[in-house]
């Protein structure tokens, strides 16, 4: 990318979340991400150069020297810190406010200080894995949310241990208007391992997206978040997009059968890659991670008991899965217990300032850095620097990761068995920035907020869901199907 030679019309809008927005380059597989501010928020919206590419250089510096250890090298792409021409950055601006959702002009991009973050465009595979392939390759985006139920000694209300918060908060989303309908999707059900869950999990995050869930083809999205549309309208349209990748050319299969038949097998893959084990050789029986007893269950999915609580409940240690959820339990405080932990290192702050520095709050994210997360005493001695270890080993597992799956099924002509399916395909977890050292008191408001609707205005009530699903596991999980294969490719 030759940076004194940029030009606007050879990027497009991508998408945007709270804090930053992303343009793809329309021939290289590559994205840029840019910083953006509410209109109100005078410090940040004027930063110098060198205070935004310091900001920029900390998320490069933290998804490489702490979340790569963490997470594992095949699943993390770090990214660059660039300098881009600042007249270039306000055409770009100007160029993409029109494809903006209006939902998120609250805040502009960052037209000031000229850096971004350079990324592999992680919608697309590589070259080298799309050889003989005519179809544009897809991109499944999940964001899956907390896997768990906590246990901490410090959580004061006993629904926490029953009902996960992704649940509560839908309660509390659906009366403050942000969302239209309540989604069926819980976290502990994709987290689980056990496939029939997790099966209702994803068909649950499509049929109800939110923000939760996007499909692109070719860097395109095709598929996301429509609170008002006619879901079944989209789902039968969606299927019309997914239709190449899953049923052969000449199929009689029309109408909403195929419908069923290519989201079914979208499902499928999408189970398949997420619980591929990739250090174990295929003829060798992948290592289990077996959930923890009472952690993996909540009150509030619709699932019927019984299917919740029997069968096997495990992830193949080195899946994708298993390496979040064992990032995610770190946690073994709740927000509950972090907030006064927080509290603590703000007093010692206000009493020695100086201290910030040593005790690395803002950085620099190295290697001290992730040793002091690692090593963080198991019990609280009193110290500060067990406060500053937990609330800095804590930031590392909150919830806002988003995993991107991407494939492409490979032609007839490259298929050993053509009867079975062949699929290339990638892993990726994103949006792994540290997030912001003095969000915790809001956080922790925000989790009050949410409890405190939730027991005011319902209690979790066991539905079930179609019979025809329950009674008959193997329509649904394709039992009488070839499994496709998947063949991975890293990025």
Same mark, same amino acid.
């Given at each position: 990318?030759?940076?004194?030679?940029?030009?606007? #019309?050879?990027?497009?809008?991508?998408?945007?979340? #709270?804090? &930053?927005?992303?343009?793809?380059?329309?021939?290289?597989?590559?994205?840029?991400?840019?910083?953006?501010?509410?209109?109100?928020?005078?410090?940040?919206?004027?930063?110098?150069?060198?205070?935004?590419?310091?900001?920029?250089?900390?998320?490069?510096?933290?998804?490489?020297?702490?979340?790569?250890? *963490?997470?594992?090298?095949?699943?993390?792409?770090?990214?660059?810190?660039?300098?881009? !021409?600042?007249d270039f950055v306000r055409q770009l601006s100007l160029k993409v406010q029109r494809e903006r959702p209006e939902s998120r002009c609250d805040k502009v991009m960052d037209t000031f200080s000229g850096c971004a973050l350079c990324l592999p #465009?992680?919608?697309?595979?590589?070259?080298?894995?799309?050889?003989?392939?005519?179809?544009?390759?897809?991109?499944?985006?999940?964001?899956?949310?907390?896997?768990?139920?906590?246990? &901490?000694?410090?959580?004061?209300?006993?629904?926490?241990?029953?009902?996960?918060?992704?649940?509560?908060?839908?309660?509390?989303?659906?009366?403050?208007?942000?969302?239209?309908?309540?989604?069926?999707?819980?976290?502990?059900?994709?987290?689980?391992?056990?496939?029939?869950?997790?099966?209702?999990?994803?068909?649950?995050?499509?049929?109800?997206?939110?923000?939760?869930?996007?499909?692109?083809?070719?860097?395109?999205?095709?598929? &996301?978040?429509?609170?008002?549309?006619?879901? *079944?309208?989209?789902?039968?349209?969606?299927?019309?997009?997914?239709?190449?990748?899953?049923?052969?050319?000449?199929?009689?299969?029309?109408?909403?059968?195929?419908?069923?038949?290519?989201?079914?097998?979208?499902?499928?893959?999408?189970? &398949?890659?997420?619980?591929?084990?990739?250090?174990?050789?295929?003829?060798?029986?992948?290592?289990?991670?077996?959930? !923890?007893?009472?952690?993996?269950?909540?009150?509030?999915?619709?699932?019927?008991?019984?299917?919740?609580?029997?069968?096997?409940?495990?992830?193949?240690?080195?899946?994708?899965?298993?390496?979040?959820?064992?990032?995610?339990?770190?946690?073994?405080?709740?927000?509950?217990?972090?907030?006064?932990?927080?509290?603590?290192?703000?007093?010692?702050?206000?009493?020695? !300032?100086?201290?910030?520095?040593? *005790?690395?709050?803002?950085?620099?994210?190295?290697?001290?850095?992730?040793?002091k997360v690692q090593n963080c005493p198991a019990e609280d001695d009193g110290s500060i620097e067990y406060a500053v270890g937990k609330v800095s080993c804590l930031r590392t597992t909150w919830f806002s990761w988003t995993l991107c799956v991407v494939f492409n099924r490979l032609d007839q002509n490259l298929e050993i068995q053509p009867a079975k399916p062949r699929f290339s395909y990638s892993?990726?977890?994103?949006?792994?920035?540290?997030?912001?050292?003095?969000?915790?008191?809001?956080?922790?408001?925000?989790?009050?907020?949410?409890?405190?609707?939730?027991?005011?205005?319902?209690?979790?009530?066991?539905?079930?869901?179609?019979?025809?699903?329950?009674?008959?596991?193997?329509?649904?999980?394709?039992?009488?199907?070839?499994?496709?294969?998947?063949?991975?490719? !890293?990025?």
């Amino acid at each position: 990318m030759e940076l004194d030679k940029m030009d606007e #019309n050879d990027w497009k809008y991508h998408g945007e979340g #709270n804090k &930053s927005l992303v343009v793809s380059h329309v021939q290289h597989a590559r994205v840029l991400r840019l910083l953006k501010y509410s209109t109100e928020d005078d410090e940040n919206s004027h930063k110098t150069t060198e205070q935004a590419f310091r900001h920029i250089q900390n998320i490069v510096d933290y998804s490489k020297n702490v979340m790569k250890p *963490l997470l594992g090298e095949k699943f993390v792409h770090n990214g660059e810190a660039v300098k881009l !021409p600042i007249d270039f950055v306000r055409q770009l601006s100007l160029k993409v406010q029109r494809e903006r959702p209006e939902s998120r002009c609250d805040k502009v991009m960052d037209t000031f200080s000229g850096c971004a973050l350079c990324l592999p #465009n992680l919608t697309q595979l590589s070259s080298c894995c799309c050889f003989g392939q005519h179809r544009p390759p897809l991109c499944i985006e999940i964001k899956p949310k907390c896997g768990f139920l906590p246990s &901490s000694r410090h959580v004061t209300k006993e629904i926490k241990s029953k009902v996960c918060r992704f649940c509560m908060h839908q309660h509390f989303k659906l009366a403050s208007g942000k969302w239209k309908r309540l989604s069926r999707y819980c976290p502990l059900d994709l987290f689980s391992g056990n496939k029939q869950r997790m099966y209702l999990a994803i068909k649950h995050l499509i049929e109800e997206p939110q923000n939760n869930f996007k499909i692109f083809k070719g860097g395109e999205c095709i598929y &996301s978040c429509k609170d008002d549309a006619d879901v *079944l309208q989209d789902l039968d349209e969606l299927a019309q997009h997914l239709r190449p990748y899953f049923l052969p050319s000449g199929s009689l299969i029309n109408g909403h059968q195929a419908s069923k038949v290519v989201l079914n097998e979208l499902i499928q893959v999408l189970m &398949s890659a997420l619980l591929s084990s990739w250090d174990c050789p295929r003829t060798v029986e992948p290592r289990k991670t077996h959930l !923890p007893e009472g952690r993996v269950t909540c009150e509030a999915s619709i699932l019927h008991r019984d299917l919740l609580w029997n069968g096997n409940h495990c992830l193949p240690k080195d899946c994708v899965l298993a390496k979040i959820l064992g990032t995610q339990m770190h946690d073994n405080l709740d927000i509950e217990g972090l907030n006064p932990l927080f509290r603590r290192v703000e007093q010692h702050l206000q009493d020695f !300032p100086k201290e910030r520095s040593r *005790l690395q709050i803002d950085g620099p994210y190295d290697e001290s850095f992730l040793e002091k997360v690692q090593n963080c005493p198991a019990e609280d001695d009193g110290s500060i620097e067990y406060a500053v270890g937990k609330v800095s080993c804590l930031r590392t597992t909150w919830f806002s990761w988003t995993l991107c799956v991407v494939f492409n099924r490979l032609d007839q002509n490259l298929e050993i068995q053509p009867a079975k399916p062949r699929f290339s395909y990638s892993v990726s977890i994103l949006d792994l920035d540290p997030k912001p050292y003095d969000s915790i008191p809001h956080q922790s408001r925000l989790d009050a907020k949410i409890l405190n609707y939730y027991l005011r205005s319902t209690q979790p009530n066991h539905q079930e869901v179609d019979n025809l699903e329950l009674t008959n596991p193997g329509l649904f999980l394709g039992r009488d199907r070839e499994d496709c294969t998947l063949v991975f490719h !890293p990025v």
